[in-house]
């Protein structure tokens, strides 16, 4: 294989010629860039290429800022003190799991990722539905648990309500309030109904920042 350089000319940025043997076509290397055509094409193709390097460095800032932040209300913010890494603690003291919640998908989802270190782990997926003006969770866990619940805001906490159907077809009732306090704890009481329809408390935990 036969290399030799080129000197550059006054409109031409240097260029590196590499003929592979006899009869074998010529490349030519532009600040590594290889290419078939002729100098004058190189020139032009890099002439292309730096003004589309330019177009993307001035035009992606502006396209940035004319696309509208579209969770950034404070409907949108009602749960984010929630946000953080928990420790979650029963009613008697006892540490029952870690949890994590942060902000994600363009700010507008809360996910939620439970882990007791037991063999029982969850996570959930929150969003402010703005056509309906209502919270939404979607939670699923390590028993095969699908909880769908909603609501909002009610006397500064977080309620959302939903329902569950078992195997024998009786529905239960499921009732769960986020209540923060002015310590930065966060108080979570998750309430269902018993067989004859009367709330009872299915989990009482304090959330505790790692």
Excluded: K
């Excluded at 063999?119 to 539905?129: A, L, P, T, V």
């Excluded at 699923?140 to 769908?148: A, E, T």
Aim: with cysteine; glycine share 12%; net charge neutral.
């Amino acid at each position: 294989m036969i290399e030799s350089r080129i000197a550059a000319s006054a409109d031409a940025p240097a260029v590196e010629r590499t003929a592979f043997g006899p009869g074998r076509p010529v490349f030519f290397a532009v600040h590594g860039l290889r290419t078939m055509r002729p100098l004058a094409g190189v020139h032009l193709a890099v002439c292309l290429l730096f003004s589309g390097v330019l177009m993307l460095g001035f035009s992606a800032p502006a396209l940035a800022q004319t696309v509208p932040m579209a969770c950034m209300g404070a409907e949108h913010r009602a749960f984010d003190f929630w946000i953080g890494d928990w420790n979650v603690h029963r009613a008697d003291g006892q540490l029952a799991g870690t949890n994590s919640i942060t902000r994600e998908i363009g700010g507008c989802v809360l996910h939620e990722r439970y882990d007791t270190g037991r063999g029982y782990s969850g996570e959930s997926f929150n969003i402010y539905d703005a056509s309906r003006q209502t919270w939404h969770q979607t939670w699923v866990d390590s028993s095969g648990l699908l909880l769908l619940l909603e609501g909002g805001v009610r006397d500064g906490r977080m309620v959302l309500e939903g329902e569950t159907t078992g195997t024998n077809q009786a529905i239960t009732r499921h009732r769960i309030s986020w209540t923060p306090a002015a310590d930065g704890s966060v108080r979570q009481l998750w309430e269902s109904t018993d067989a004859s329809g009367a709330w009872v408390v299915a989990f009482d935990g304090r959330y505790t920042r790692r």
